[in-house]
């Protein structure tokens, strides 16, 4: 069975929440197309092309975001700046939306969350959601929540991957898990963090280690468990979701039970690989979590993976 994925925009706090995108959803075949075509970063043909595939008008968004700025140029400065250079300032804003829309609905697709959230600020065109900002402050890109555990997704897009700019990334995950964890009588969530950078890009593992270190001394050890993936690698496991669950085939499709020992199971080899010291070949993550997904699809319990021995990173994408 494919995922068909439907999600709720909108900041809750200052505006009520819809569906998005308008109408059906779609499965992950489509969202591993657009994420792919995200990361190639050609900006007019995603405007254009790509964006509206998941139903998000950018170039509408563009022109409403075009119209408040010259207001408030005009108003703070009484000029209007030149157009290329609105332009040039808002693509930054258009690419952060794309994103964080494309892994809430990536999130929507890996099993059937009670309710998933992109908390980016929309407008209203009628009945038509137009997003027109990113998530605010104090509110994660992504959020799928199931009865037993929450997953958050902090999704970057920036071509600087330097320290500084993950560094971010990971402080408001813990925040933001923070946010929704605390009074729970069992904190139990995952913070998966989506950008260019990958684990095998040094500062990913020292950045998953120090993150993981103040979960466990917020939250108690073990009740909240970070990941990290390439938007790449995201697009590599919602085609794989696809070929795995595809309508009329007869397998069953993960449980929220099933994608928590996903995580678990991930989150495991990725640290004891960390510990190690062993590098990250490019993809791991999305080949490990294929690797998962299949022995599920075959019936396999995920939670003996720990008693197999260690496949081979090239085999890995293979059984």
């Not at 963090?193 to 990958?198: G, I, N, Q, T």
């Amino acid at each position: 069975m494919t995922r068909q994925a439907r999600i709720r925009v909108g900041d809750p706090r200052v505006q009520d929440t819809v569906l998005f995108p308008p109408g059906d959803g779609f499965g992950p075949r489509r969202i591993a197309a657009v994420a792919q075509a995200i990361l190639e970063d050609d900006f007019l043909v995603n405007v254009e092309r790509i964006y509206p595939l998941l139903g998000f008008d950018a170039a509408a968004a563009m022109r409403l975001s075009r119209a408040r700025q010259k207001e408030r140029a005009l108003r703070e400065a009484g000029r209007l700046p030149p157009l290329s250079e609105l332009h040039r300032s808002l693509q930054p804003r258009i690419r952060a939306i794309g994103l964080e829309l494309v892994t809430g609905l990536f999130l929507d697709c890996l099993d059937s969350p009670t309710e998933t959230t992109c908390a980016c600020a929309v407008y209203m065109d009628g009945d038509r959601p137009i997003p027109v900002a990113p998530a605010g402050k104090g509110k994660p890109d992504a959020r799928a929540n199931y009865p037993d555990f929450t997953i958050v997704a902090e999704a970057t897009i920036g071509k600087k991957t330097g320290p500084e700019p993950l560094q971010r990334q990971y402080t408001s995950a813990i925040a933001h898990i923070g946010d929704i964890l605390t009074g729970r009588v069992r904190p139990r969530g995952y913070c998966l963090m989506v950008s260019r950078a990958k684990l095998r890009d040094e500062q990913v593992p020292v950045l998953i280690v120090e993150t993981q270190e103040e979960l466990d001394r917020n939250h108690g050890p073990g009740n909240v468990r970070v990941l990290a993936f390439g938007i790449d690698e995201m697009a590599h496991i919602a085609e794989q979701l696809d070929r795995l669950y595809p309508d009329g085939k007869d397998v069953r499709p993960p449980t929220a039970e099933d994608l928590a020992d996903i995580l678990d199971t991930l989150h495991g080899e990725t640290m004891e690989r960390i510990s190690s010291g062993e590098p990250f070949p490019d993809q791991w993550a999305a080949k490990q979590f294929e690797k998962l997904l299949r022995k599920h699809a075959g019936g396999r319990p995920v939670k003996t993976l720990f008693d197999q021995p260690p496949e081979q990173d090239g085999q890995a994408a293979d059984d």
